[in-house]
């Protein structure tokens, strides 16, 4: 008996402890199925247990809370009152409420708050399964946390207690969150480049070395700026000839220098060499424009004037890859060094409007694309950073409509933007062995197109374009400038000149004549073409003219000009290819779009801003 009643004792222990368990997972268990329960029983949220667990998920987890509150709302519950069971629960029912700003700093939570190196506020937001960026200040991210808000009150929140809650969570993200790079259209990461895609998903392009492939949340961040549209998503298997049909290009030297350039701007960073096109009106500068920017950085307004000061140049430049101004009649000094910078990377600082001290930053390289009637760049230094390619001007029987060249266009889209990634793909892979004998100026961008090559065409092919286009740059530019020039006849008959600046501003004037003498482009005092004959010199070395400047040994303040003239450079002396000829003396392409059918004609509106199949521009 003793036995027996043993176990029926241990049998109603366990009995007890097993009835325990249970109830303390109904109580854990209590919020599962609320909101369920409330569409049936809109009563069901103020059993008091429920009550227990809503103050507890509040306290520990406000965003939950938050999510949960809105949930009740729509399945029918008071949630007025049920706020107020609640703060009876916790002892705060004659206390403070939280505020608006309490409740938008909470929702905040699901947001993942992080800072740019510039110390810009950022936030990633779980949107529909994707991942989204955007400054903690923009549009996008206030829509969001005002959409939140609705959700969870049914309300608006005042415009103060936005403001206030901007303020909290940029703090926490200044403060709290991780500094990461946000990028523009393409940034790397680990040895891979990505591409954003800019849809809706927000998708990206990886590329490495083994290929590429669309992926989602790629592990850098992108920055969606106003403007900018989606890019097709590539396809294997297309070719870069594809291309060529679009544009209106006269040579083959042309059409790879172009390619190569489409190249520079599929890397994260620079230098960029600034793509300079000129021609006739009707000769497709502006489509030429159009077709690259919808290729490789689309935006609702992909043609822009050249900005009239800094500012607005470093606007544009933060919130866009490719930069493409249309219809440039000049290059005032300032922003054709400001071009340089940007070509090269260099730093912007603007002061923040509404402020006295504040700066606004901005320190990157952008690729830039200019078109305009006349030769417009006359500086070296931008020279020696750019491509030139002249576009011949399209007869009335060979022009294409618009509307036919885009739809055709489109089709080819996804294939050109293909074969330029695999491009890419090859280029990672052998930059790292690639070499040249001698680097030009912009030599980064040389190893990358060389690197490129093997994708495209023969070894080779890239640097005798270049080097042709080099040379005519050097010529283009010693013609555009009256002291070079003059310089250059004067040599002519010697091979060595010595004298003061004094001297030689006389001894060039004589060369080069009375009219252009006394014109404004003439240096009226020494001093001044002692700066003129410095910024020569690049391009007077090229053709084997040296100008050397020292002090005399009598007088402090006079300068002796020393001129020597010699073997000028070899073309392509820059490494073993061997140069082409002139990429502006190629022979004409008859094969691309622009001149294979003669039925394809269209009115005759010529230079005009918009994107005229005829080449406006």
């Known amino acids: 008996m003793a036995g027996s009643d ?40 103020f059993n008091p247990e429920v009550i227990v667990a809503l103050a507890a998920l509040k306290n520990n987890d406000r965003s939950a809370f938050e999510s949960l509150r809105a949930q009740l709302k729509s399945a029918g519950c008071r949630v007025t009152a049920l706020d107020g069971a609640i703060a009876e629960q916790t002892g705060n029912a004659g206390g403070r409420q939280p505020t608006q700003a309490d409740i938008l700093v909470g929702l905040a939570q699901t947001a993942e708050p992080f800072h740019a190196p510039d110390g810009t506020g950022f936030a990633d937001l779980d949107v529909n399964g994707h991942r989204e960026t955007w400054p903690i200040r923009s549009k996008g991210f206030r829509r969001w946390l005002t959409r939140r808000f609705y959700e969870a009150t049914g309300g608006a929140p005042s415009s103060e207690a936005l403001q206030s809650a901007l303020n909290v969570i940029e703090a926490k993200a200044h403060f709290d969150g991780p500094e990461r790079h946000v990028h523009i259209r393409i940034g790397g990461f680990e040895g891979r480049l990505y591409l954003d895609l800019a849809d809706n998903t927000w998708r990206a392009v990886e590329i490495d070395a083994t290929g590429w492939r669309v992926v989602e949340n790629p592990p850098v961040r992108f920055r969606r700026a106003a403007g900018m549209q989606a890019l097709s998503v590539p396809v294997t298997g297309g070719s870069i000839e594809a291309l060529r049909p679009f544009l209106n290009v006269k040579s083959d030297s042309d059409f790879v220098l172009l390619v190569a350039w489409a190249l520079a701007v599929l890397r994260d960073r620079g230098p960029y060499p600034v793509m300079v096109l000129s021609g006739e009106q009707g000769s497709a500068k502006s489509t030429l424009l159009a077709i690259l920017r919808s ?24 919130n866009g890859h490719v930069l493409a101004f249309d219809n440039v009649s000049g290059l005032p000094e300032w922003i054709s060094d400001t071009l340089c910078r940007l070509a090269t990377g260099g730093g912007f600082a603007v002061r923040q409007l509404y402020t006295d001290h504040d700066e606004v930053l901005f320190d990157a390289a952008r690729p830039v694309i200019l078109n305009g009637i006349e030769e417009i760049v006359n500086r070296p230094d931008l020279a020696d950073r750019a491509l030139f390619l002249t576009l011949q001007p399209i007869s009335e029987e060979h022009r294409r409509p618009e509307q036919e060249l885009w739809a055709a266009f489109e089709t080819e889209r996804p294939h050109i933007l293909g074969a330029l990634l695999d491009a890419v793909v090859v280029g990672l892979k052998l930059l790292p062995e690639t070499r040249l004998e001698k680097l030009p100026r912009m030599a980064d961008f040389a190893l990358w197109a060389t690197a490129c090559e093997p994708a495209l065409w023969s070894d080779g092919t890239f640097w005798s374009a270049y080097c042709g286009n080099l040379e005519d740059a050097v010529e283009a530019m010693i013609d555009a400038n009256p002291i ?34 006394k014109s404004k482009h003439w240096p009226n005092n020494p001093r001044a073409l002692s700066g003129r004959l410095r910024r020569a010199a690049t391009n007077l070395r090229k053709i084997g003219i040296e100008i050397a400047f020292a002090k005399k040994k009598s007088r402090v ?26 990429a502006n003396s190629g022979k004409a392409n008859l094969g691309n779009g622009f001149f294979a059918q003669s039925a394809r004609t269209q009115n005759s509106d010529a230079d005009a801003k918009s994107r005229d199949a005829d080449g406006s521009g």
Do not use: Y
């Open 6 to 45: 043993c176990d029926e004792h241990v049998k109603i222990a366990d009995h007890v402890i097993l009835n325990t368990i249970a109830a303390a997972e109904e109580v854990h268990d209590a919020l599962d199925g609320l909101v369920e329960q409330t569409a049936g029983d809109p009563g069901a949220p």
């Open 295 to 318: 290729l490789l950085d689309p935006n609702t307004a992909p043609l822009r004037a050249l900005p009239r000061e800094d500012r607005d140049l470093f606007i544009a430049a933060s």
């Open 484 to 517: 070079a020039t003059a310089v250059r006849a004067m040599m002519t008959a010697r091979t060595v000149w010595t004298g003061t600046a004094s001297d030689l501003l006389g001894d060039l004037a004589k060369e080069a004549g009375e009219r252009i003498a």
């Open 557 to 582: 303040r006079d300068r002796i000009i020393t001129i020597t003239f010699s073997a000028p450079e070899k073309p392509g002396e820059f490494a073993s290819a061997s140069s082409a000829p002139s």
